[in-house]
């Protein structure tokens, strides 16, 4: 992000005017090699092609705020590689995990990730290294620490049915791996701030939270994103979630957390009035069938339909519910930005 961007950000997130609607995207793997024109291996492989996409995105779309900025990633495969998970890679798809965990035994033997040294984390951190001065000279700085969040990456560790039943059925140990790959988390995220002293904000992406009923989330996610987002002191604490989300709503000061990216199947009313008025709400319009899928005009009507459900504009970061997906095109991220700016 520029600094302008950061500190309007900043300025949303505490209440202020900033005078404009802000538009912004998380942008990542499964949008821009498609959308510039390479493979996903070379986008993960080449520091200079990863590096050359993510400063066209910001110069086609300067006054668009993609979120976290210059993400440093290599799929879903980010975190799990420290533990050792074997990788899948796809030219023209994203890359897999393989599970680590084959029984539930495994959990208490699970090793203790090296953030420095582990797996696919050093690249990420040299990624950043060798670009910054570039993404600097354009204006750009690293701004956010990121991860996945901790049900997720246990999901991938010991795949999401297995790691759902254990929740009901071995519940000690499950929250023993919760506990363990939260404690992974916060030095992860930690230590990207140590490296990268301009980071002030936090973003955790995590759709297995939004499968838990209450009580599974007092007891288990509550505790771990808790300390996740307080961690360090962060400006921007940004949680994307874009399975069911009514829960985590609710519960979203409880765990220290004043940004969130939900489910489009979720009314930007709905979600505020269980949010509460001091949070960002990033959203909301269809991310696969209409900001990919669809053509210009439906997505400047899925706009305003989402501004129809709201009286309140403040304190909205006018995205769609997720993440990019593939095959969004320049004229429907425009068609966007047209929309937010017209009298909605």
Same mark, same amino acid.
């Given at each position: ?6 500190? /309007? ?31 996903? *291996? ?8 990863? $590096?050359? =996409?993510?400063?066209?995105? !910001? ?7 993609? $979120? ?5 990633? +290599? ?30 035994? /495994? ?34 700085? *690293? ?23 254990? $929740? @009901?059925?071995?519940? @000690? ?10 404690? +992974?988390? !916060? ?7 140590? !490296? ?9 992406? /995590? ?23 307080? !961690?360090?002191? @962060? ?13 985590? @709503? ?18 930007? =009313? ?18 696969? /069938? ?49 929309? *937010?700016?017209?009298?909605?």
């Amino acid at each position: 992000m520029t600094t302008a961007q950061w500190n /309007d950000l900043v300025k949303l997130i505490e209440g202020q005017d900033i005078g404009y609607r802000p538009a912004g995207f998380i942008i990542d793997s499964p949008w821009i090699p498609g959308w510039y024109g390479v493979s996903n *291996v070379r986008y993960y492989a080449s520091a200079s092609e990863w $590096l050359k =996409a993510n400063l066209k995105a !910001c110069s086609l779309f300067p006054d668009v705020w993609f $979120l976290p900025g210059f993400w440093s990633e +290599f799929g879903m495969c980010t975190e799990p590689s420290a533990y050792g998970a074997r990788m899948k890679w796809m030219e023209q798809s994203l890359p897999h995990a393989e599970k680590v965990i084959r029984n539930i035994e /495994d959990i208490q033997e699970l090793p203790v990730p090296d953030v420095e040294t582990d797996g696919l984390l050093p690249f990420m951190i040299d990624r950043l290294r060798e670009c910054e001065p570039a993404m600097n000279s354009e204006g750009h700085q *690293v701004k956010f620490a990121v991860s996945r969040g901790p049900l997720n990456i246990a999901s991938f560790l010991m795949g999401t049915t297995e790691f759902m039943m254990s $929740l @009901a059925m071995n519940p @000690a140990e499950a929250k023993l791996l919760i506990e363990k790959i939260t404690g +992974f988390v !916060c030095r992860w995220l930690k230590y990207q701030k140590e !490296c990268f002293p301009s980071i002030e904000g936090i973003l955790v992406l /995590d759709d297995l939270m939004g499968f838990i009923g209450d009580y599974e989330f007092n007891e288990y996610a509550i505790p771990a994103f808790r300390n996740i987002f307080s !961690c360090f002191d @962060a400006k921007a604490r940004f949680l994307h979630n874009d399975a069911q989300g009514l829960i985590t @709503a609710r519960y979203l000061k409880n765990m220290n957390i004043n940004m969130f990216n939900f489910s489009f199947e979720h009314s930007m =009313a709905e979600i505020r009035s269980l949010a509460g008025p001091g949070v960002v709400l990033v959203g909301n319009i269809p991310p696969r /069938d209409v900001m990919a899928a669809g053509t210009p005009s439906q997505v400047k009507e899925a706009v305003k339909k989402a501004a129809s459900e709201i009286n309140d504009h403040s304190r909205i970061l006018w995205s769609v519910g997720g993440g990019m997906p593939p095959g969004v095109t320049n004229e429907n991220i425009k068609a966007f930005t047209e929309a *937010v700016n017209e009298d909605i």
